[in-house]
């Protein structure tokens, strides 16, 4: 089964209206049809980039996470150019629902919402322990139609809020960009990250419309006979019985692996994508890292992550000695500062 949705990157241009002057930064329009598998979809929203201030976007005061890569669950229609351009009236169909959850509410809330379903969570740029924010994406077993949106968007927004989850109103747009999973360059933020996928059947909009209802309205007064007297019975809904699922306990060892072995990938794509003059700094807090989470338990094959680096750093342009020696910098470093710190998620993953 795969999923289509369309990326889109940062675009710089000046503004031609007459208002501030200077550069104007915003998203691209023109976006970038992708369809994925499961596994791909997974990677991409559980694999966090790591992001530092570039010196032309501190400059211009650009805070970091407009810059950051933006996707949306989406077929947009083609137009007489070839292009897929983003705005609500091009969205044929919605691949996913994806609850923008920006509260403050327990992440462990969030796997109760999702258990027996196929599911991602992911926590965003803004997010710390002591408030949480995430992203949790149900794909679709078969996608909704555009004009349909706004009843789907509803009802899970209903469904989440059974399970005390607020989803954040100004994402109801069906071509609403969301930005992929990425964190500051700031050690306890990278620690704070926290992605998760979860098996099980896709959710069936169709189904998510049939049991959460809109709310029926009141009847208005008809001037005959008795007057109605109150708002009419809620809807049923179905209620979630804690016994009919078996909560998945959260294993910690794997999870501490699995976010490790996604901190090599990340670094290692960071580094192979940087220009001259900001390669060896990312080699050698690539290699503090990985032997922080070596020294942690979470990453056995040290070698094997330092050679993704190297490789890597070698796609960059640096040589054979400097990469060496600069690993090497970075893994005494490691070694001095001391195992990673993982710290729970939330209470209730510690299984």
């Known amino acids: 089964m795969t999923w289509t ?78 292009r897929h351009m983003r705005n609500d009236g091009n969205v044929e169909v919605v691949s996913a629902l994806v609850m923008d959850l920006d509260a403050g509410e327990p992440l462990e809330r969030c796997r109760e919402l999702a258990a027996g379903r196929l599911a991602i969570c992911h926590t965003s740029w803004s997010h710390t322990l002591a408030h949480p924010k995430a992203r949790l994406v149900f794909p679709l077993a078969e996608p909704a139609p555009g004009d349909m949106w706004p009843q789907v968007w509803a009802a899970g927004s209903r469904w989440a809020a059974a399970h005390g989850l607020t989803i954040d109103p100004q994402t109801k747009s069906r071509s609403h960009l969301y930005f992929l999973p990425a964190v500051p360059d700031e050690p306890q933020r990278q620690r704070d990250f926290a992605a998760w996928s979860l098996a099980g059947p896709p959710l069936r909009w169709p189904s998510l419309l049939a049991d959460w209802p809109a709310r029926e309205s009141v009847p208005p007064p008809t001037g005959h006979g008795t007057p109605p007297l109150g708002p009419a019975e809620p809807p049923a809904r179905r209620l979630i019985d804690p016994n009919d699922w078996a909560r998945p306990r959260f294993d910690r060892d794997a999870h501490k692996r699995t976010f490790a072995q996604r901190v090599v990938n990340a670094r290692a794509d ?35 992550a330092l050679a993704s680096i190297t490789t890597a750093a070698g796609t960059a342009g640096l040589g ?32």
């Not at 940062?10 to 596994?39: A, I, M, Y």
């Not at 060896?280 to 990453?299: D, E, P, S, W």
């Open 5 to 82: 949705i369309a990326r889109t990157a940062l675009l710089v241009r000046r503004d031609p209206s007459g208002g501030e002057p200077g550069p104007k930064w915003e998203h691209n329009t023109v976006c970038t049809p992708l369809t994925l598998s499961w596994r791909e979809l997974e990677a991409l929203l559980t694999t966090p980039s790591v992001r530092s201030v570039e010196p032309q976007f501190a400059a211009l005061g650009l805070d970091p996470k407009r810059t950051l890569p933006a996707w949306m669950p989406v077929v947009l229609r083609e137009d007489e150019l070839g």
């Open 270 to 304: 960071e580094i192979a994508g940087t220009k001259e003059g900001d390669r060896n700094r990312r080699v050698y807090r690539a290699a503090t890292a990985l032997t922080q989470l070596h020294l942690a338990g979470a990453l056995p094959g040290l070698d094997a």
């Open 320 to 351: 054979q000695s400097e990469i060496a020696s600069t690993i090497a910098s970075g893994v005494r470093a490691g070694t001095t500062n001391g195992p990673w710190q993982f710290e729970p998620l939330t209470g209730g993953d510690r299984g």
